[in-house]
């Protein structure tokens, strides 16, 4: 059995292996998805209008449609008037076409009828009978929305990388889509190992906890634009962890695992990764969440996250979290950092870099100091503050930058 960490990494350089690894053996793919059921989906490639819109110059309020001509002077007292040929609703168009002295009533959004070039809206009118009194002039294309005059056919509607919120897949609809071609989302396994571990609705028993991190990471998972399936919990068995994560690893692109990534008694799963595979990074200079595993079997990646709930989070968001939002096409620019003003001074052991949990209340940053094993300490976090691993102390009152869970 393993005693020891390999050469432990420091954090950028663990970051840059573990974004090589992913590069190597994952490529983004693309999926056709129906326009309803592409809300937060990622698109895939630009996005270009396939129509003119609107199709045809169309009526932009209910009133007459005109040769501008004809209200040239027209005013309250001395309307002028003319003659009514065709009444149009939303929907319909007239085979009529307008000349001097003609008009077609017309309601918004009703193409423009031939030989008009205006409409005038109907507060502005009196029917009466088969005429109008016009009591107002317009100018020629007044109230008129010109085809193509909001967007022309050929033109880019959306960039790649669009993240499809209701106004953008509004945009779609209004061009006739129908589906749009959008990240696949990685598929990630997600395992929980540890003999003490108890799922959620079951009894606790002496000496057992529930399992937090299969959850917590699976939602993880989620928000960085994955799609991820639990895989169980395994005990500290060789042969139980080796055969769920060779099982797993046929279903999923990546395994996600936490608990017994560390060298001592019970960690198997450095020992299972030597065995079906290669352990490519062991240890990374972080506080906390040393313990992290990065792992390929058969041109797949492993990842041992440390099983501390609290450092399972942190390691997951600063070290995975970037790599499965660019497999899944989510741009780094989308993820928020606030800076706020320290309200207690924080010490940190030289050496290490790193995260320290607080919360942040409107431009107030409020360290949580808590041992790692301090799961509820999530409960009030809104995320951490990175502290290099050359400082010791930042003082209270410094201005620091927190990197949101959310
Ligand atoms: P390990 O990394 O397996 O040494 O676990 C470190 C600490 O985290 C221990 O106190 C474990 O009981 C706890 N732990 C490990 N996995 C989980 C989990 N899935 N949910 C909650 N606590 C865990
Ligand atoms: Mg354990």
Do not use: W
């Not at 809300?39 to 169309?58: K, L, T």
């Not at 490519?280 to 906390?288: C, D, E, N, R, S």
């Not at 390929?296 to 990842?303: A, G, S, Y």
């Not at 409020?366 to 102390?393: C, M, Q, W």
């Amino acid at each position: 059995m393993g005693t020891e960490f390999l050469q432990i990494k420091e954090p950028d350089e663990a970051k840059e292996l573990i974004k090589n690894y992913f590069n190597k053996y994952y490529n983004p793919e693309s999926e056709e998805v129906p326009l309803e059921e592409a809300y937060n989906r990622v698109v895939f490639e630009d996005i270009y209008s396939r129509i003119d819109f609107p199709p045809f110059d169309r009526a932009l309020k209910d009133g007459f449609a005109i040769k501008s001509e004809d209200s040239y002077g027209a005013s309250e007292e001395n309307p002028k008037i003319v003659k009514i040929i065709d009444s149009l609703e939303a929907g319909s168009y007239s085979k009529k076409t307008v000349e001097l002295g003609t008009t077609v009533e017309i309601s918004t959004g009703s193409p423009l009828p031939k030989g008009a070039d205006s409409v005038l809206m109907v507060e502005y009118t009196l029917k009466d009978g088969d005429e109008v009194e016009l009591y107002k002039s317009v100018t020629p294309s007044q109230d008129v929305g010109k085809k193509g005059s909001d967007v022309k056919k050929d033109s880019l509607l959306l960039k790649k990388g669009v993240v499809l919120t209701a106004d953008k897949i509004g945009v779609l609809a209004a061009q006739g889509f129908t589906t749009v071609k959008v990240y696949k989302k990685p598929d990630i396994a997600v395992i929980s190992t540890g003999n003490e571990l108890i799922e959620a609705g079951f009894e606790l028993k002496e000496s057992k906890i529930y399992d937090v991190n299969s959850t917590m990471i699976k939602n993880g998972v989620t928000a960085s634009g994955g799609i991820a399936t639990k895989e169980g919990i395994i005990k500290d068995d060789y042969n139980q962890l080796k055969s769920t994560i060779l099982n797993a690893l046929k279903k999923h692109d990546v395994l996600l695992c936490s608990g017994g990534t560390s060298a001592g008694v019970g960690d198997v799963l450095k020992n299972v990764l030597d065995e079906i595979g290669e352990v490519k990074l062991h240890g990374i200079a972080v506080q906390p969440g040393k313990p992290t595993i990065l792992g390929v079997v058969n041109d797949q990646l492993v990842i041992g996250l440390p099983g501390n709930p609290v450092s399972a989070l942190v390691i997951f968001n600063v070290f995975i979290a970037p790599v499965i939002r660019e497999l899944a096409g989510i741009s780094e620019k989308s993820l928020k950092t606030v800076k706020g003003t320290l309200q207690k001074r924080i010490h940190s052991a030289v050496g290490r870099e790193q995260y320290q949990l607080v919360t942040y209340d409107n431009g107030d940053v409020i360290p949580i100091f808590k041992d790692s094993g301090a799961i509820f300490s999530l409960a009030r976090a809104d995320g951490y503050v990175n502290v290099s691993k050359n400082t010791e102390i930042v003082e209270e009152g410094e201005t620091v930058k927190v990197s949101l869970f959310n």
